[in-house]
């Protein structure tokens, strides 16, 4: 089945300095992936929409300026977390979307996510 | 607005019985509807559902899309204490939209 991989697994860092998590689809291309992040006990939050060549699309209430998205190829985008404050500490995770199959459909793989905690 | 919700928010049942999970929708663009299940990590895909009254089935799990009443169901039959997790319904139409998910724990 398709993969999606995240680097790193679990970060800490400390306020003030920017993480950047990569999302890579290791066996088929994406052109677009999606960034979440989760709090504990409660759903996946939609942060943004990356789209390969192009601008990222953000959920209203999140800082573009803040989480950089970059989607450079079809298998790698990456998010960086600028300027990190204690309140970013969270568990980001993204899906790739593969490209519509014989059924018509897109399916969503996601990352195993990415732990991180801001000192 | 678009959204997703699902129901029950949390079930406790008997390891052995059947649950039946569900989740509405109102979307402007609806491409598909997949459910996750979710433990520890993050989300493991269970099924994708793009046309209506075709039942996906994987092993004791089941689902099923009604795309004129704007729902799906997911069935477990026989409940192992393994299937406790959090399930994630999530409709995809220009963006991808998630419920809160449902909270399943099975009693042993």
């Known amino acids: 089945g398709a993969v999606v991989s995240q680097h790193p697994s679990w970060v800490i860092c400390k306020s003030g300095t920017s993480v950047k998590i990569e999302c890579r689809s290791l066996d088929f291309q994406a052109t677009t992936m999606f960034w979440y992040r989760q709090f504990p006990k409660q759903s996946l939050m939609l942060m943004a929409t990356s789209n390969e060549g192009s601008k990222a699309t953000y959920e209203q209430g999140v800082e573009k300026d803040k989480f950089l998205i970059n989607h450079a190829s079809l298998t790698l985008s990456t998010l960086t977390v600028t300027s990190a404050h204690p309140e970013d500490s969270s568990f980001y995770i993204c899906s790739a979307q593969s490209i519509p199959g014989l059924a018509g459909g897109y399916e969503q793989y996601f990352g195993p996510g990415t732990r991180l905690t801001v000192t | 607005e678009d959204k997703v919700v699902q129901s029950p928010l949390s079930l406790v049942v008997h390891e052995g019985d059947t649950v039946t999970l569900n989740c509405s929708y109102e979307v402007t663009n609806f491409r598909s509807l997949l459910w996750y299940k979710q433990e520890k990590k993050a989300p493991t895909f269970l099924f994708m559902l793009t046309s209506s009254g075709i039942e996906k089935k994987s092993g004791r799990l089941s689902s099923i899309l009604d795309k004129k009443e704007l729902f799906s169901i997911l069935n477990i039959t026989a409940t192992q204490t393994g299937d406790s997790a959090v399930y994630l319904c999530?409709?995809?139409?220009?963006?991808?939209?998630f419920g809160k998910g449902t909270r399943l724990h099975i009693l042993p």
């Open positions: 999530a409709v995809l139409d220009d963006k991808i939209i």
